[in-house]
């Protein structure tokens, strides 16, 4: 198995998903290795040939991939997460051969993001008292500390503006950007605008999630169209009220769970009509052979 340094010297281009993990891993190996180019997407499964790295998914190539998905199932896998309890964005920065604070601070806020082991969380804690301070903003994780509101902040933007998250994560020294309007100041008017607007939903947050049963599984179910901000909406009612969460997304299907026999029996109401599926700790995502409509969907998960 090649080292993380001499992949390094071969890689041309990155493929990384468009979350804040995915976005954030893609920006610590940018900054230090020049010249290479970045996709940003959401697919999974993506073909890729020796010159590239994969973050934070799967490909059907020979790309070489860091991961913490243990279903990953990849032929070139240079760092994997077997338990999959640490980000993608912990595994490339704990294996830069330098590193500095920005990287600290990107790989902390994305254990938050991904709600996932704290080891940078913990050492940035130390090092940058002033995230640690009383933030003016509701965040979708319902804590007070400034670091957790930035966390959602690049959350929102990962999904809205991918590639101009790219860009200002190279900017993000926890000595400049230690608090969520200085984040702000690195975004344009229209940017700037959708991030207020996010923030206000996170203040007067009031979900509509309907609650059915699964077996002896109470859940709660909802449509993505329901909500202005899904995701950060799925998250929020996970922290604010821990259980089982079915999420339609059109052709996907987010679960969210503790319980691996209620995923197993959630991913086997699906299998019908699944293309792919994959996932972490608490997290199982399934790709569709088809978009469905709510009703549709409610109609698997009560069969």
Sequence with gaps: MPTFREVMSEIKK????DDWDGIGSAAQIVRH???????????????????????????????????????NKSRNILILCKEGNKPTA?????????????DLFIAATAEITDSLHNICLEKIKKENKDLFKASNYKNQYMREEEIFSIASVLAFLSKRYPYKTLEISKNLNPNKIDSVDSLINLLNNQEKSDVKRFLSYMENFNPRFDLISIGNYEVKVADEKWFEFPMSSLERMLTENPGNYVFLKGDRVSIRSNDINFINEVLRRFQPITESYGGRVNQFGIKLKKTLNYDSFLKILNK
């Excluded at 990155?14 to 998903?17: A, E």
């Design 14 to 17: 990155i493929d990384t998903d």
């Design 33 to 71: 290795f020049n010249g290479i180019e970045v996709s940003i997407n959401h697919e999974k499964g993506v073909p890729s040939d020796s010159h590239t790295l994969i973050l934070d998914k799967d490909t059907v190539g020979d790309g070489w991939v860091i991961d913490h998905h243990p279903t």
């Design 90 to 102: 912990t595994l490339v920065y704990e294996a830069l051969p330098k590193k500095d604070k920005t």
